[in-house]
């Protein structure tokens, strides 16, 4: 008799309102590495964020598209499908909070969670700065009485509380089945393509539905030494009205994506980053295949 575990492989998707610390779990779990996969190479419609393989288990974390909460109306609706239709897809939803915590932001994801609840787990993040942790009990009852998750594990990500819990729970819900990834294959990703998708992300995710069209970020200057990197970004657009749009007010917009983005760079080298981002203007460059080829993309 065969009395091996089976292996385990399968689609997490982590959601939660703004700033519950969604990032920091997921990297916290994958264990300090961002991984992301190209599009070109994905199998699947979702897009990665990473993927973290165990002697047991694949877990595969998704990006949930669509999830914000600033537009109204129709816009909002259509938001939402997108979130509901990819949450209905992954096979385990981490629903992250903050301990003592619940606002609006948390109650608009409640109808948005799948119809069967067993593979949803709730996470109650944070939990390093609850003063009193007898409250605890009671906000997770509370919890439980607006949705029937399947498991409820209190964690903090950056005090690395709990989380083999949560790994445990998650792998538990995960379909039998083979590894999808090679278990090193994501991290080999030569670290500009990673940088130059940390831009891109920052910059769909601040000024996304603005832009309307795509632009690309195009790494011109690498210098890397054991105790730090100097990197310079150029990113590409389309037309010279792009750019009050990408730089916001008093070039705020800028800013925070060029932080935003150090801040992760900073994690993924391990060393302090110095990033330097600036804007061109590569008229109808996306319609050029020299001007493509020029920017490294065939
Ligand atoms: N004390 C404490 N702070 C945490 C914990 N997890 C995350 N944070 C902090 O909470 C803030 C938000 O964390 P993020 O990981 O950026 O949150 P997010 O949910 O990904 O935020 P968005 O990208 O805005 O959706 C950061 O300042 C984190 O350092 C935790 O377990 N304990």
Redesign the pocket.
Known sequence: MNTEKPFRCGFVAVV?R????????TNALIGGKISIVSRKAQTTRHRINGVLTKDDAQFVFVDTPGFQTRHGGAMNRMMNRVVTQTLAEVDVVVH?VEAGKWSAGDEQLLPLLPGNPANTILVV?????LKNKNDLFAYVQKRMEQYAYGAVVP?????DTQLDVLLSEIAARLPEGEPMFEPDALTDRPMRFLVSELLREKIFRLVGDELPYGCTVVIEQWEEDDRMARIAACIVIERESHRPILLGAKGEHMKRIASEARQDIMKLMDKPVHLEVYIKVRKGWSDKASALRELGYE
């Open positions: 939660g703004p700033n519950v610390g969604k990032s920091t779990l992250v993040n944070k939990v390093d700065l964690v903090s990500a950056v005090k």
